[in-house]
């Protein structure tokens, strides 16, 4: 199974910005989440969402970006909208089959690359 995360690129604050997540293969994810690390910083759970939608977002983006999930499309979406230059990160996409946990605290067991979005004016 391959997770691909695209969408990230150069905005200015206050823009918007949308990541996909799409994964090959039958796999019925039981969550999948976005992950973000800034350069000299760990990694962090930004935005989770399990197969009943219930979705988690760390305070920092509530409020600013929408996780959602199209599984007929096998895609994941963040909509990151009021970006601020605290959100330049890599981000990833993450997915696990099992769930068991509260979204943000699954080992998730597949990962895609990363996606760098970079906000700057």
């Known amino acids: 199974v391959q997770l691909q995360a695209s969408g990230g690129g150069l905005k200015q604050p206050g823009e918007s910005l949308k990541l996909s997540c799409v994964w090959s293969?039958?796999?019925?994810?039981?969550?999948i989440a976005w992950f973000r690390q800034a350069p000299g910083k760990g990694r962090e759970v930004v935005s989770c969402?399990?197969?009943?939608?219930?979705?988690h977002y760390i305070n920092s983006v509530k409020g600013r970006f929408t996780i959602s999930r199209v599984n007929a499309r096998n895609t994941v979406y963040l909509q990151m909208n009021s970006l601020k230059t605290d959100d330049t990160a890599v981000y990833y996409c993450?997915?696990?089959?099992?769930?068991?946990?509260?979204?943000?605290?699954?080992?998730?067991?597949?990962w895609g690359q990363g996606t760098l979005v970079t906000v700057s004016s």
């Open positions: 993450a997915a696990d089959r099992a769930g068991g946990s509260y979204c943000p605290f699954i080992p998730y067991e597949h």
């Open positions: 969402i399990n197969n009943a939608d219930a979705t």
């Open positions: 293969g039958n796999v019925d994810y039981h969550s």
